[in-house]
């Protein structure tokens, strides 16, 4: 089956306390994105790549950290969460061509205290 | 990075036809009419996508605007599981695909039985 994984899905942590969220995808897509998303701000990006080795930031990248180093995997590294990054993630990934349809994962649900 | 406006929230009966309009006046040539919706504690998935011409396909309807700076998008027969956040976004193609992604907040659509 067709997925997006990502892992956790839920986590409770510290300040300062450095954690990554993983991303798996099973498509063999090029482009793979993370988003947070908070109530009222809608869907904002955080990081995206348009292939293994190539990142770049989107709206939002303060305070993440994010690797390519193979095709269906896009960590998200928290270097020292703080409770602003209290937040819902999402990761897509997408063929980089014209069809370009977003598959997402089912969120990390991330509290900082 | 061209934006889209869209209205923060719709009401609809149940088993009438929906008009979700979204307004994208600064759209470039290359870039494709994305549509997403968010339903409840979910990930947002892919409803439909077009560049110029009307699309259809099984879950709704794309109509796009002759000049192209405006879409709507068609749910037929709205039912109480299309109850959701619905996001219109631009995804450039070739060259102009830089990756980034601007979902906004997108509209709430309820649908009252």
């Known amino acids: 089956e067709a997925q997006v994984t990502q892992n956790p899905r839920y986590l409770i942590t510290v300040t300062g306390k450095k954690l990554t969220v993983t991303c798996s995808q099973n498509?063999?897509?090029?482009?793979m994105s993370w988003y947070r998303q908070d109530p009222g701000l809608g869907l904002r990006q955080i990081y995206y790549?348009?292939?293994?080795?190539?990142?770049d930031k989107g709206d939002v990248p303060e305070g993440y950290k994010v690797s390519r180093k193979e095709k269906r995997n896009f960590p998200l590294i928290l270097e020292s969460p703080s409770p602003n990054q209290t937040s819902l993630y999402f990761c897509?990934?997408?063929?980089?061509?014209?069809?370009?349809?977003?598959?997402f994962g089912e969120g990390s649900r991330l509290t900082v205290l | 990075d061209a934006k889209t406006t869209q209205p923060n929230s719709m009401e609809s009966n149940e088993e009438e036809p929906v008009h979700l309009p979204c307004n994208h006046s600064?759209?470039?040539?290359?870039?494709?009419i994305h549509w997403y919706r968010q339903l409840p504690s979910q990930g947002p998935e892919y409803v439909i996508h077009?560049?110029?011409s009307n699309v259809n396909n099984r879950m709704a309807s794309l109509a796009i605007a002759e000049d192209r700076k405006s879409s709507t998008l068609i749910l037929h027969r709205a039912t109480l599981r299309d109850a959701a956040v619905y996001y219109c976004?631009?995804?450039?193609?070739?060259?102009?695909?830089?990756?980034?992604?601007?979902f906004g907040q997108g509209t709430t659509l309820q649908v009252k039985p």
């Open positions: 897509a990934s997408s063929y980089r061509g014209l069809s370009g349809e977003l598959f």
């Open positions: 790549s348009m292939n293994v080795e190539v990142t």
């Open positions: 600064t759209i470039s040539g290359t870039d494709y």
């Open positions: 077009g560049l110029t």
């Open positions: 498509m063999n897509h090029e482009y």
């Open positions: 976004i631009l995804r450039a193609a070739g060259s102009g695909n830089t990756g980034k992604l601007i």
